[in-house]
């Protein structure tokens, strides 16, 4: 939806200057990472490896027979945010980053739902294997 109807790099304030809506094409992976790698290491780092990783997770989580609930979660929103980045890089090359956060010092970089699915999910599996000694991943 970004993609279509905002101005490339527009600066539109939905919650004053503390929530921004833009439209920023990243044809690297997180932060810009990759940007200037060449086509081809592009594909392979950016595609190929993830997918090979997502569907190692898939497999893992679906193998488990009783895996915490929560761990459960956490890798659902990992993948979850990886299949919705790894879409957008697949059909057009590069991934849309849409949103700004500044809460007083603290400011995000651009980035997109699917990067707060993927931060959520690695957040709650770092939680829980604190919380948890022993987590049966």
């Known amino acids: 939806m970004v993609r279509n109807s905002v101005e490339p790099n527009a600066y539109i304030q939905l919650i004053k200057d ?6 920023v094409e990243n044809t690297g992976a997180m932060l810009g990472f990759g940007q200037s790698f060449s086509p081809v ?6 595609q190929v490896l993830p997918v090979l990783v997502l569907i190692g997770l898939l497999i893992n989580v679906l193998r ?5 609930k929560w761990l459960m ?7 979850g945010g990886g299949i ?22 603290f ?30 991943f």
Not at 64 to 68: C, E, G, I, V
């Open 64 to 68: 488990k027979a009783h895996l915490n």
């Open 18 to 23: 503390n929530f921004i809506l833009t439209n």
């Open 73 to 79: 979660i956490a890798f659902a929103f990992v993948i």
């Open 84 to 105: 919705g980045n790894l879409i957008d890089r697949i059909a057009h090359g590069k991934v849309t980053d849409f949103f700004i956060l500044k809460i007083g010092f």
């Open 107 to 136: 400011k995000t970089g651009v980035f997109n739902m699917a990067d707060v699915s993927v931060s959520l999910g690695i957040i709650l599996i770092f939680i829980l294997s604190i919380r948890y000694k022993k987590l049966d």
């Open 41 to 46: 290491l592009k594909i392979i780092l950016l």
